[in-house]
């Protein structure tokens, strides 16, 4: 059921991210804002030609090698461990569902495309992808802190089993 399952709602997360990217480039001119939820949330359409942050700017070879390392890596031990915690498989979804989203901006457009921009304090724009990757990687460390070991999950032992 899993292996049916995890790619439809990885599709899914994709799809979303995808047509709020489309809806901002046909509804908001570039560097142009409006208004999304007042005094918390605005709509800031930018064109990001690096990393989080625009670190690395005009690496796109770059960033498409790292994006294709990290996604097939992180679908390998999504594939191995889908039968594992709730919380392990949740953060590799989201991370595969973000670096995907991205790395479709970046095959098709060349650039990523960011819009939402925060009203209640200076943070760099950032886009559905974003949070998907943010949230995704915050849940790994999670659960690999507090609880990959409860969970039967322990590397060191692995090895040292395996020698």
Known sequence: MKKIIL????GLLIALDQWVKFYVLETIALGETKSFIPSILSLTYLQNYGAAFSILQNQQWFFILV????IVTAIRYLIKHRDDSWLLVLSLVLIISGGLGNFIDRLRLGYVVDMFQTEFMDFAVFNVADSYLTVGVVLLF???MFFEEKNGVNHQNR???SR
Request: hydrophobic share 50%; net charge positive; glycine share 0%.
């Open 7 to 10: 790619p439809a709602i990885i």
């Open 67 to 70: 994006t294709v390392v990290i």
């Open 159 to 161: 090895r040292r089993s």
């Open 142 to 144: 999670s659960y690999m």
